[in-house]
């Protein structure tokens, strides 16, 4: 193998940056030539691909967002054009590939190498961490702690007004982000998309905390939560509890910004080498994840069809810690 590529896709995440960085530079440390795609698997299709070195990645390592930009590609996901990207790759003489991304990616990957016969190993790209195979995906991490920061500044608002705040997190289908948020903020409630909580439940546990002299309290809900989104939930709430004085907070893709912790930023160094030296090892549609701190190689069949459930305990401790 001589020369690979390097390219993110879907929802950017902090630390992929970093992840590109240890890419491309132990690409050159095995003397293999690295490129990057711009613009994921649409890049891939336009021939969006240019050749890296190591000062191409200097001083990224503390950024957030990816160089490397990142897009949908309705195109990709028909045959003609997964044929178009595989060409732009042969005109270019591209080997094998590391993609940076989520279960999209891995999905889209896995079916262009069953096509083509393209090796491809991912490295964990999203804060979703919903990725069977690794404890932790790269951004995940910087994710919660942003949304800490946010919840403790809306915590000060809430105390000062006696009011209940419902705090949206991004979690169209996990729930990591938001149960994190909620122990590490101290909330009263959490919602995510793993459990059932309903209306009903919310109001008991705001009632609860009345009654024991709580003046305001925090729920964080996870955006794909079954009972809607953070807006949704508080007016059910409000339209059944007149009495409380209800605001909404929705984090949004502030939770995708920011410069990665160091966590992260070790995270994608550790699996963006992985990931080239798992390809210069002969893997291919494979997932390079670090697994109570040693790294494993998942298949991305395995990546994306088995699920990485919140741990019981976890939405116990938020009800325990907040009598």
Known sequence: ??????????????GMNACIRAVVRCAIYHDVEIYGIKRGFDGMIKGN???MNSHSVSNIIQKGGTILKSARSKEFMTEEGRKKAYQQLRNFDIDGL????????????????EEFGIP????PGTIDNDLFGTDNTIGYDTAVNTALDAIDKIRDTADSHNRIFFIEVMGRDSGYIAIQSAIGGGAELVMVPETRTTIEDVIETLKEGRLKHKTSAIVIVAEGDEEGNATEIAAKVKEKTLDLDIKVTTLGHIQRGGSPTARDRILASRTGLAAVEGLLNGMKSV?????????????????????????????????VLSI
Not at 98 to 113: E, L, P, S, V, Y
């Open 49 to 51: 691909i240019y050749p």
């Open 120 to 123: 491809t190993v991912g490295c």
């Open 287 to 319: 997932m390079a994840g670090i697994v109570n701190d040693e790294l494993v190689y998942t298949s991305f069949a395995d990546t994306i069809q088995k699920g990485k459930p919140i741990h019981e305990d976890l939405i116990r401790m938020v009800s």
């Open 98 to 113: 590391i993609a940076i991304g989520g279960n999209g990616t891995f999905t889209g990957a896995k079916i262009f190498h």
């Open 1 to 14: 193998m001589n020369r690979i590529a390097v390219f993110t896709s879907g929802g950017d995440a902090p």
